[in-house]
């Protein structure tokens, strides 16, 4: 059976992990390789992990001895994932039953299928279904499966020391051109957590994105890359005007 490395970084997620965890343990496809990267928790996240990682031989747990990041935690997993294929969770989302028995179906000889996702309240309330209308649309590296020779072909990881990795990961994994279909299925639930990274507003952390876009674009040689970083800049700009 075919093998799906399910990557899931942790940080301080005592109280929604179990359920995340709940949720891979419960696939339909039950071959999974399941890396759980504790990044330095100080609430009992390590705890939960580890008690999990005991009931379920598929569980590999890894720890960071401080925070170094989602990216570092996600790297981390990349490098211990085994798996044909690879996929990210974060751990204060979950996912459906049949979540990775539905994208395994219809990926056939593709590098990568591309979904949607519910954004869910904590009792699980779903707020918004959401599908990608396009390929680029979506940064998160949550909404896909990849082939894991696809990563290792163009030595795919995310960056160090910002937040906002996921836009330039999502850049350099577009620039190399994978091959894809997008599916009109949301098993995906994204929590809407206004504690989490992502829904934390940094000024410094969006100059440091912007800038680094900019520096992207002016370095890049292929003019349907750059027009590419422009468009993800223009919709950033709107994107964090309308919710800040």
Same mark, same amino acid.
């Given at each position: 059976?075919?093998?799906?490395? #399910?990557?899931?970084?942790?940080?301080?997620?005592?109280?929604?992990?179990?359920? $995340?965890?709940?949720?891979?343990?419960?696939?339909?496809?039950?071959?999974?390789?399941?890396?759980? *990267?504790?990044?330095? %928790?100080?609430?009992?996240?390590?705890?939960?992990?580890?008690?999990?990682?005991?009931?379920? !031989?598929?569980?590999?747990?890894?720890?960071?001895?401080?925070?170094?990041?989602?990216?570092?935690?996600?790297?981390?997993?990349?490098?211990?994932?085994t798996? +044909?294929?690879?996929?990210? *969770?974060?751990?204060?989302?979950? #996912?459906?039953?049949?979540? /990775? !028995?539905?994208?395994?179906?219809?990926?056939?000889? @593709?590098? $990568? #299928?591309?979904?949607? /996702?519910?954004? &869910?309240?904590?009792?699980?309330? &779903?707020?918004?279904?959401?599908?990608?209308?396009h390929?680029?649309q979506?940064? %998160?590296?949550?909404?896909?499966?990849?082939?894991? +020779?696809?990563?290792?072909k163009? =030595? @795919?990881?995310?960056?160090?020391?910002?937040?906002? +990795?996921? *836009?330039?990961?999502?850049?350099d994994?577009?620039?190399?051109?994978?091959?894809?279909?997008?599916?009109? /299925?949301?098993?995906?639930?994204?929590? !809407?957590?206004?504690? %989490?990274?992502?829904?934390t507003?940094?000024? #410094?952390?969006?100059?440091?994105?912007? !800038?680094?876009?900019?520096?992207?674009?002016?370095k890049?040689? =292929?003019?349907?890359h750059?027009?590419?970083?422009?468009?993800?800049?223009?919709?950033?700009?709107?994107?964090f005007?309308?919710?800040?």
């Open positions: 059976m075919t093998t799906i490395s #399910v990557i899931v970084p942790i940080y301080n997620a005592e109280k929604y992990l179990a359920k $995340c965890i709940e949720s891979l343990i419960q696939q339909s496809h039950t071959a999974l390789q399941i890396i759980l *990267v504790n990044d330095g %928790s100080t609430d009992q996240s390590l705890t939960i992990a580890e008690q999990y990682a005991q009931q379920d !031989a598929r569980i590999q747990l890894y720890s960071h001895p401080t925070n170094q990041g989602q990216s570092a935690a996600r790297n981390l997993g990349l490098q211990h994932a798996g +044909e294929f690879i996929s990210f *969770v974060d751990a204060d989302d979950y #996912v459906d039953n049949d979540f /990775y !028995a539905y994208m395994l179906h219809h990926i056939g000889n @593709l590098d $990568c #299928v591309q979904i949607g /996702y519910r954004r &869910v309240t904590k009792q699980g309330k &779903v707020l918004i279904q959401k599908l990608p209308k390929f680029h979506f940064t %998160s590296p949550c909404m896909r499966l990849y082939r894991h +020779e696809f990563f290792a163009h =030595n @795919l990881s995310f960056p160090m020391g910002m937040i906002y +990795e996921d *836009v330039i990961f999502s850049l994994f577009w620039a190399a051109k994978p091959t894809y279909k997008m599916l009109p /299925y949301t098993g995906y639930n994204y929590l !809407a957590n206004t504690n %989490s990274t992502t829904a507003r940094n000024l #410094v952390a969006k100059e440091l994105l912007f !800038a680094t876009l900019k520096e992207k674009r002016q890049s040689k =292929n003019i349907a750059r027009l590419l970083i422009l468009y993800t800049i223009i919709r950033l700009k709107f994107h005007k309308r919710y800040d």
